[in-house]
């Protein structure tokens, strides 16, 4: 479990891949590899991945291995050497809780389609990829003033448009400099996680209903009608 607070900004240092999966080297993250072990999950970008190895010494690295399905599921596989990602270890029991529950389990991309700058902050707005079998939409768990988790970092939504499929956050300078979003721009792409808790929230009132929720709310309706005719 994470917070979706960025510990720190490093780089990609070396890249691997094959036909099984793509190993990552990240660089410059020291900072957060004092209480470091092999098989500590840590955040890259979002996806929570498990470290493989590391060294602690100069700038510190670590590497992380990425499977098929973790590169089908986020943006990890458009990396480059140098490119700059958001970490983040998993959440430590001693720790206060500033962001929101962040699984680190991405649940697909978006595209950054528009960023305004609104004096030393930015507005940045994001599309949604259509809706499939695989990856229905994910609009449902969007809500103004709700979380968010971009490239593993908890942000506020301050807009959603659910029939352009769109969503809006407001990054402040300080939020800016220290996580990858503010050497992004248009045309970039970014991993998405939505709030859980609505997840669960939208599942429990779907099986509550029956179904797919449809049949259920149809039954619903049916008997309240009946019961008034009945009076």
């Not at 978006?110 to 079998?133: C, K, N, W, Y």
């Not at 449902?140 to 301050?158: E, F, M």
């Not at 049949?215 to 049916?222: D, K, P, T």
Request: net charge negative; hydrophobic share 40%.
């Amino acid at each position: 479990m994470f917070t979706g607070l960025i510990e720190q900004l490093a780089s990609v240092a070396e890249i691997d891949k094959n036909s099984d999966g793509c190993t990552l080297t990240i660089a410059d993250a020291a900072p957060i590899l004092d209480d470091c072990h092999i098989g500590d999950s840590i955040a890259v970008n979002g996806a929570c991945l498990t470290v493989t190895d590391f060294n602690k010494v100069e700038r510190g690295w670590f590497t992380v291995w990425l499977a098929n399905e973790t590169l089908q599921r986020t943006d990890l596989g458009q990396l480059a050497i140098g490119d700059r990602v958001n970490l983040e270890r998993a959440m430590g029991a001693h720790v206060r809780f500033g962001g929101h529950f962040v699984q680190a389990h991405v649940d697909t991309t978006a595209t950054i389609i528009q960023r305004v700058p609104d004096g030393d902050s930015v507005r940045m707005t994001f599309e949604l990829p259509e809706p499939s079998m695989e990856r229905p939409t994910l609009l449902p768990y969007l809500i103004p003033k709700g979380y968010i988790a971009i490239d593993g970092a908890s942000l506020t939504l301050t807009a959603v448009n659910d029939n352009q499929r769109t969503f809006s956050v407001m990054l402040i300078k300080h939020t800016l400099e220290r996580i990858t979003l503010g050497r992004k721009g248009v045309g970039d792409t970014v991993n998405i996680e939505v709030d859980m808790v609505g997840k669960y929230v939208h599942k429990s009132v779907v099986a509550a209903l029956g179904g797919d929720g449809s049949s259920g709310l149809r039954e619903l309706v049916e008997k309240v009608v009946e019961d008034v005719l009945r009076r």
